[in-house]
Structures are given as structure tokens and as C-alpha cells.
């Protein structure tokens, strides 16, 4: 009688293991036809929230910008303040490849272009704003791709990621990154300074034109008159706007109601504490 139970119990489990078989179709997903075009919003949204990781914080890019140089140094208080001597590999620099916030920084900076990228795939139907908005953040990210490791990974919207993605590396990145700006400009708002805007697109080109003879001879940089000269007309573009002053206050650029009160802040990234407060965890290291 056992044995007849046992048997039958076993022939239950087995239907009922058939019976919740799941047949999954292999890297299923939705159809472009199957996304609404009103996610374009989102997606940017997603584009500058991307940008915190790799810009907010003492860490990634502030990190290689700044602990590299004399003007930063990262103090040790207690053992595990040293985190495994990261900090002074990049003082010293003693870095290689495997280095966290290198390899960090170029990762992250990769996912902001892909994520500005995405934006502009035409089934997702950006407007003309949206798509200059995309294309300037995905610009700043390509600008300090380059600057740090002096090769831009790129792909064109929609293309499939199982290929390698190609990579621009010295001016011929650098006049890519010049040509966008300039493409979107015009189609760019005037404010709000946390939203990619003209002047930040103006700022970004200063940086590109002072920077030009590095790009294309790091060794041995020369700089031409023509590049300083937009550098001037540039910042004489932002300061004959009228849209900023110093601060009364200094700290008041930096102050939670920067926006309103920050009367010197051209290109922010918006942090809402309780809603979006970005990497504001990581400012206890950097306030040291």
C-alpha cells in the first residue's frame, strides 16, 4: 500500500513540475513598436541621472582630475581610510588599468553616452529640444572620455551592442565633439542651469578650443591664436548674457536652493534631497 501511495504521489509531482514548465523565448523583449514615444522624457531623465556616478562625489572623474595633481589630497585617518592605498596609487601615480575609480569612471562615463545615446533612436520620437539636450550630455561625457583617456567608444542609435563598439581617439574625437555642440546649440533653452542649456554648451566648446593643441600632441602641445580667440568671443558670449554675478554669498552656489539663489552656477546636475539626492553619501569623503 506504500509503495502504491509513494508511486502515486511521485507521478502528482511529476505532472505538477510539467505543468509549471516555462518556455521562455531567448533574450525576449519588447519591440521597438511595443515602447510609447512619450518615454523619450524618461529616457533623458535617465541620461543626467546617469551623469552622478561618474561626476558627483570625491571619486571617478573629480578623482583622476584632482587626487593626480597637487591640488587634492585624500587623508588617511585609520586603516580603512586608506582604502588599499588607492588613493595614494593615484597621488604617486602608480595606477594601472585594474585601478577601481579608473576603471569605474571609464565605465560610468561609457553609460551616459549610451544612455544619451538611446534617446535619440527615432522609434522613441524625441522632440528637436530633447535631442539637442541628449546630444550635448552625451558630448560633455565623450569630452571627458577624451580628456582622460584619450579614446571615445561610440556607437549610432539603435545599433546592437553584441558588436564592438568602434572609438575615436585624439582630434578626430575632439572635432566630432566640437561639430555636436555647435549642431545643438541654437536648439538648446537658456535655463534652467541643472538642464543642459547654451551657455554649458558655450562653456563646453571653451574647454574644447583651450584644449585642442593637447588633444593632438600631448607631448608637445602648441596652441593656436584662432583657438584662443573663440575661447574669448565664447566667454564674452556668457558674460555679456547678463545671466550671472558673483554671489554675494559664495556659498550660495552651493546652497540647497542653488538654483534660485546660485547666481554664478552655469551647468549643475539637480539633487532633491528625499527625491534625487544623488551621491550626496559619498560628500562626507569629500568634505575631509
Given at each position: 500500500m506504500k509503495k502504491i501511495l509513494s508511486a502515486a504521489a511521485m507521478l502528482a509531482l511529476v505532472q505538477l513540475a510539467d505543468s509549471c514548465k516555462i518556455n521562455e523565448e531567448f533574450q525576449a523583449g519588447l519591440t521597438p513598436n511595443q515602447i510609447s514615444s512619450g518615454n523619450a522624457s524618461s529616457l533623458l531623465d535617465g541620461a543626467y541621472n546617469a551623469m552622478r556616478s561618474p561626476f558627483q562625489g570625491a571619486t571617478q572623474v573629480f578623482a583622476m582630475s584632482e587626487?593626480?595633481?597637487?591640488?587634492?589630497?585624500?587623508?588617511?585617518?585609520?586603516?580603512?581610510?586608506?582604502?588599499?592605498?588607492k588613493w595614494r596609487a593615484l597621488h604617486l601615480h602608480n595606477w594601472d588599468a585594474n585601478h577601481p575609480e579608473i576603471r569605474d569612471a571609464f565605465a560610468n562615463l561609457g553609460g551616459v553616452i549610451f544612455a544619451a545615446t538611446d534617446v535619440l533612436r527615432p522609434e522613441?520620437?524625441?522632440?528637436t529640444q530633447q535631442q539637442a539636450e541628449a546630444r550635448f550630455v552625451r558630448a560633455f561625457a565623450m569630452y571627458w572620455t577624451l580628456d582622460l583617456y584619450n579614446q571615445v567608444p561610440y556607437r549610432d542609435p539603435g545599433e546592437s551592442v553584441v558588436n564592438s563598439s568602434r572609438v575615436r581617439t585624439g582630434t578626430e574625437s575632439l572635432d566630432y565633439i566640437i561639430s555636436e555642440v555647435n549642431a545643438v546649440l541654437t536648439a538648446l533653452p537658456d535655463a534652467p542651469v541643472y538642464r543642459a542649456n547654451k551657455d554649458a554648451a558655450r562653456c563646453l566648446l571653451m574647454k574644447c578650443y583651450l584644449n585642442r593643441g593637447v588633444y593632438s600632441n600631448r607631448q608637445t602641445p602648441t596652441f593656436a591664436a584662432a583657438d584662443m580667440n573663440q575661447v574669448i568671443s565664447l566667454a564674452d558670449q556668457i558674460i555679456s548674457s547678463g545671466r550671472y554675478k558673483f554671489a554675494t554669498n559664495y556659498f550660495d552656489?552651493?546652497?540647497p536652493a542653488n538654483t534660485t539663489i546660485g547666481t554664478e552656477n552655469i551647468f549643475t546636475e539637480l539633487n532633491v534631497g528625499g527625491v534625487s539626492s544623488g551621491a550626496q553619501y559619498d560628500l562626507w569623503r569629500f568634505i575631509s
Open positions: 587626487v593626480t595633481t597637487d591640488e587634492r589630497i585624500m587623508p588617511t585617518r585609520a586603516g580603512d581610510w586608506d582604502d588599499n592605498g522613441f520620437g524625441a522632440t552656489n552651493f546652497a
